[in-house]
T-cell receptor, first 113, second 116 residues
Framework: LAKTTQPISMDSYEGQEVNITCSHNNIATNDYITWYQQFPSQGPRFIIQGYKTKVTNEVASLFIPADRKSSTLSLPRVSLSDTAVYYCLVGDPNNMGRRALTFGSGTRLQVQP | DSGVTQTPKHLITATGQRVTLRCSPRSGDLSVYWYQQSLDQGLQFLIQYYNGEERAKGNILERFSAQQFPDLHSELNLSSLELGDSALYFC???????????????FGPGTRLLVL
C-alpha cells in the first residue's frame, strides 16, 4: 500500500498557529486529500478536504502544492480542546487495482496552556 | 453524534472464538467502511462495501469477513480470534461510491474488542 508520512507528534501553546504536513508521494490523479481529527476512544471526525491549492473552512485551512505530493493542515490559534490525533487520508491506487484508503500514521498534537 | 451506530460497544471473548460486529450507516449512505485500530496505533482500513457489494479491500485477514445487507447495515465477522485481534473496530459510512476519497466519511463510536 502507498504510504503517507506525518510527524509523530507536535507540541504547541494555546493561541498559536499549528501546521501539520502529510507526505503522499503516490497520490492518484483523481484522489482527494482529507484530514480527520480523533480524540481518545472516539471515532475520527472530518476536518477538511481538498484537491489542490488552498481550502479554508471555519476550523482549518488546507494547503496543497501543485505536485500534490504533500498537504499541510493549518489550525489557527489552537486551544486546549484541539489536543488530539490528526490523520490525513488519501486513496491508494496500488492495491492491485482495487481502491483502498490509507490513513497516515497520525500526528499527536498536544496543546499546552 | 455522527448518525452511525455500532453494536456492541464492548466485547470480551476468548481466543479461538468468533464474534460479529454490527454497523448501521447514516440514513441515505450507501458505503460502509470498516477500520481496525490497535492500541496506540493508527487506523487500518479493512474493507469497504457499497450498496451491498465489496468495493475496496485493505489488509483484512482471511479470518475476517464482512457483508452489507439489503437494508445497508453491515456486519464484520471475526473468527479464530487471537490476542492480537484486540482493538477498536470502527465503522464509517458515506453517501458516495468512494475510491477517490472525495466523499466525507462519518465514523461510528466503535466497538472495543478484548480477546483473552
Amino acid at each position: 500500500l502507498a504510504k503517507t508520512t506525518q510527524p509523530i507528534s507536535m507540541d504547541s501553546y494555546e493561541g498559536q498557529e499549528v501546521n501539520i504536513t502529510c507526505s503522499h508521494n503516490n497520490i492518484a490523479t483523481n484522489d482527494y486529500i482529507t484530514w480527520y481529527q480523533q480524540f481518545p476512544s472516539q471515532g475520527p471526525r472530518f476536518i477538511i478536504q481538498g484537491y489542490k491549492t488552498k481550502v479554508t473552512n471555519e476550523v482549518a485551512s488546507l494547503f496543497i502544492p501543485a505536485d500534490r505530493k504533500s498537504s499541510t493542515l493549518s489550525l489557527p490559534r489552537v486551544s486546549l480542546s484541539d489536543t488530539a490525533v490528526y490523520y490525513c487520508l488519501v486513496g491508494d491506487p496500488n492495491n492491485m487495482g482495487r481502491r483502498a484508503l490509507t490513513f497516515g500514521s497520525g500526528t499527536r498534537l498536544q496543546v499546552q496552556p | 453524534d455522527s448518525g452511525v451506530t455500532q453494536t456492541p460497544k464492548h466485547l470480551i471473548t476468548a481466543t479461538g472464538q468468533r464474534v460479529t460486529l454490527r454497523c448501521s450507516p447514516r440514513s441515505g449512505d450507501l458505503s460502509v467502511y470498516w477500520y481496525q485500530q490497535s492500541l496506540d496505533q493508527g487506523l487500518q482500513f479493512l474493507i469497504q462495501y457499497y450498496n451491498g457489494e465489496e468495493r475496496a479491500k485493505g489488509n483484512i485477514l482471511e479470518r475476517f469477513s464482512a457483508q452489507q445487507f439489503p437494508d445497508l447495515h453491515s456486519e464484520l465477522n471475526l473468527s479464530s480470534l487471537e490476542l492480537g485481534d484486540s482493538a477498536l473496530y470502527f465503522c464509517a459510512s458515506s453517501v458516495a461510491r468512494g475510491g477517490t476519497g472525495e466523499e466525507t466519511q462519518y465514523f461510528g463510536p466503535g466497538t472495543r474488542l478484548l480477546v483473552l
